[in-house]
């Protein structure tokens, strides 16, 4: 089994930043795929961005240029660097991983932009 834990979400301004982590523990042992998504009330939830363990990082339209997916492996952590943060981009944010054909999901961390 694998535990996902997310930290960093809160209330900022729009234009803030905010700096997602998440911590990854347990059974680890093949990550194919980590990221980031979101869900926004009433809606679905939706990627925001992908780190392969191999290939390159994936990102929504709508947070190129101002998201940042990243990566420590030596410590399990996964992180995500929000700036030029929008209302549009409060929603509750999910770590996730996958491996060996399961997908495994933090709890989720909220984040609210004020206008």
């Known amino acids: 089994q694998v535990q996902l834990v997310e930290s960093g979400g809160g209330l900022v301004q729009a234009g803030g930043a905010l700096r997602l982590s998440c911590a990854a523990s347990?059974?680890?042992?093949?990550?194919?795929?980590m990221g980031w998504y979101r869900q926004a009330p009433g809606k679905q939830r939706e990627m925001v961005a992908t780190l392969p363990s191999t290939g390159n990082t994936n990102y929504a339209n709508s947070v190129k240029g101002r998201f940042t997916i990243s990566r420590d492996s030596t410590k399990n952590m996964l992180y995500l660097q929000m700036n030029g943060l929008k209302p549009e981009d409060t929603a509750v944010y999910y770590c996730?991983?996958?491996?060996?054909?399961?997908?495994?999901w933090g709890q989720g961390t909220q984040v609210t932009v004020s206008v």
């Open positions: 347990g059974n680890i042992f093949r990550i194919n795929v």
């Open positions: 996730a991983l996958a491996q060996n054909s399961r997908t495994f």
